[in-house]
């Protein structure tokens, strides 16, 4: 099987891993990049690398070689390698292959394979003997044939494993994070730039994701970035809630990338997290005193997950940092489990890769929740290469599936998992042409059929893989005692904005669109993502009551004279705002009495 994408235009010269000798001090005359790989071979396989190759030269006078390197069993040494470019000791230098040599898929790309020994079978020196499981670096080299002056090389990993009896596969919970937040405006609008930058980020990615419906994904969307990427299709007329039995169902063709990726949402191989509507850090917020702005976000959070996509689960968060009182707080949500940043629990005494979930409680031990932890490492080669090279879609999953397979072979006879949470954005994408789709098809076709890896939700990661254990007990942690990172709004002023949001709302209406709006420049205020311009947010949610209550004119000061003990004195006001308000009047007097 193959990991296939896109054909992409390779008119670049590749950053790639650190070359031997001198910086290039002219343009290069050919370069190449790693468009997709075989993700594994048994010993006795035969591995293709699929290359675009752009060259000035003529094909017959290029020639493309493999060094195959010591096999990996360590994700720590993979790690060195991947920072470094030194895969350490040669296997083995199979004999150049000419470029004109090689088959051409459909795409345009050439076809160089490396075959690897069968065991069972005589010497076959063309091949390459790779005994052991493990991964092996393969730098690849293009090549002038008449000087073999290098003009470009890649570095990658090709797994090689045996199948056994007893082999349990690794489950990998990958979560695709939706954000493109903040994906409003300081005055809680979207503009139409605004929604049309959330498609382009977000939107190649959904129509991947629901086109490989036979691979379990966690979807974990920003509701923010949700609220502004539903205007889309508010404008255009398209249905934007959850479709009901009664519905017809559109063309896929006719279908926006929203609607397509909420259609998934029905299978059993798509699982919906509960999330905060902005992106916060709950000790942050918690630690500032807030925790009624924690509840409000995820109320909001879930209204709009809710109205958009369905009921999300409510009892499952990917939280990221977390503390004692966070644990209280989610337990008292209903919340039983998490997916936490391995730097909130101390993990030094783990040898091996963190890849069971634990009980993690809170400081009285009242709060107790079922942790995973999510895999940094793992998410970063999906979402940036370590060497800041411009890697294409195809070798970072080759990297990610290299790591996922050592870890694998850690303990293969157990059952154990992996949760990968990643940046589905398609400007985290690098300027290879490549789009966020372009990864997750490369991912989702390289967990397909692996023998030591299979894909799975995070419910079933939280289902099927055993809680760790220590000495045959299980194994329960407490958070870290953080010192958390202050609020960039103060928190009298977070408090402030949100009395006069509270009593605004009185005036308006909870759900109406200007109270939304405000609460929506609040929420964002107080989300790590807003950065400097969170108190322009918290300004732009004031705005909005300013100048709602600027738009309702009173009566005019006016002298009114009573000529009896009793009267009635019409009170008119004037509502510029173009929807219902709700305006209470008070009256006040040291001689007349007001009755009800």
Do not use: C
Not at 21 to 36: D, V
Not at 66 to 84: K, P
Not at 115 to 140: E, H, K, M, N
Not at 547 to 559: F, L, M, N, S
């Amino acid at each position: 099987s193959f990991l296939t994408l896109p054909t992409v235009v390779a008119g670049v010269a590749l950053a790639g891993v650190a070359q031997a000798g001198a910086a290039q001090t002219e343009p290069r005359s050919a370069s190449f990049r790693l468009i997709t790989q075989t993700p594994w071979v048994a010993p006795g396989g035969d591995a293709f690398f699929h290359l675009a190759v752009d060259t000035r030269e003529a094909p017959g006078n290029l020639e493309i070689s493999a060094t195959v390197h010591t096999g990996l069993t360590s994700r720590g040494r993979l790690s060195s390698i991947l920072r470094s470019g030194r895969p350490g000791d040669v296997l083995a230098s199979p004999a150049p292959v000419a470029l004109d040599s090689l088959r051409i898929d459909a795409d345009g790309n050439y076809l160089f394979p490396v075959s690897t020994q069968d065991p069972s079978l005589p010497r076959d020196a063309g091949r390459v003997s790779l005994r052991a499981d493990g991964v092996y670096p393969v730098d690849i080299r293009l090549r002038k044939k008449s000087d073999g002056a290098q003009l470009d090389r890649q570095m990658t990993y090709l797994p090689v494993v045996k199948a056994r009896t007893n082999q349990v596969p690794l489950m990998v919970a990958v979560v695709w994070r939706l954000d493109a937040s903040p994906a409003h405006d300081p005055d809680g609008q979207a503009t139409a730039k605004k929604q049309s930058d959330v498609e382009a980020r977000l939107g190649p990615v959904a129509q991947a994701i629901a086109g490989a419906s036979s691979v379990p994904f966690t979807l974990a969307p920003v509701p923010e970035t949700l609220d502004a990427w539903a205007r889309a299709d508010i404008t255009a007329d398209r249905p934007t809630g959850p479709a009901t039995s009664g519905d017809a169902t559109p063309p896929d063709e006719e279908l926006s990338s929203l609607q397509r990726l909420r259609a998934t949402l029905s299978s059993p191989d798509r699982f919906l997290t509960m999330e905060p509507y902005a992106p916060i850090d709950l000790p942050s917020l918690n630690g500032a005193g807030l925790p009624d702005e924690v509840r409000t976000q995820f109320d909001r959070g879930i209204a709009v997950t809710r109205d958009l996509f369905g009921k999300p689960d409510l009892t499952t968060v990917v939280t990221g940092m977390m503390d004692s009182r966070s644990v209280d707080q989610l337990v008292a949500r209903g919340v039983d489990r998490v997916v936490i940043d391995a730097a909130s629990v101390n993990l030094s005494s783990q040898r091996l890769t963190p890849a069971r979930p634990f009980t993690i409680t809170s400081n009285n031990r009242a709060g107790r929740l079922l942790a995973g932890v999510a895999d940094r490492e793992l998410g970063e080669l999906l979402d940036r290469s370590p060497t800041g090279s411009d890697d294409t879609p195809g070798l970072r999953a080759a990297k990610f599936i290299a790591a996922t397979t050592i870890t694998a072979l850690e303990l293969p006879a157990q059952q154990r998992g992996v949760i990968v949470v990643v940046s589905a954005d398609s400007r985290n994408q690098g300027t290879t042409g490549n789009t966020g789709a372009d990864l997750v098809d490369a991912v989702a076709v390289a967990l397909r059929s692996n023998p030591l890896l299979t894909a799975q939700t995070l419910d079933a990661y939280f289902e099927g893989v055993p809680h760790e254990t220590l000495k045959g007990k299980p194994v329960v942690r407490a958070p870290k005692s953080l010192d958390p990172q202050r609020t960039t709004v103060t928190p009298g002023a977070l408090r402030s904005a949100r009395t006069r949001l509270r009593s605004f709302a009185t005036l308006t209406g909870e759900e109406s669109p200007l109270a939304l709006r405000a609460e929506r420049s609040l929420l964002l205020a107080e989300s790590y993502k807003a950065g400097d311009s969170a108190n322009r947010y918290r300004a732009g949610g004031l705005d909005i009551v300013r100048k709602t209550i600027g738009q309702v004119e009173g009566p005019a000061r006016q002298t009114i004279t009573l000529i009896g003990e009793r009267a009635e004195v019409p009170v008119s006001f004037v509502n510029h705002t173009g929807q219902d308000l709700r305006v209470e009047v008070r009256l006040q007097s040291d001689k007349l009495l007001f009755p009800d």
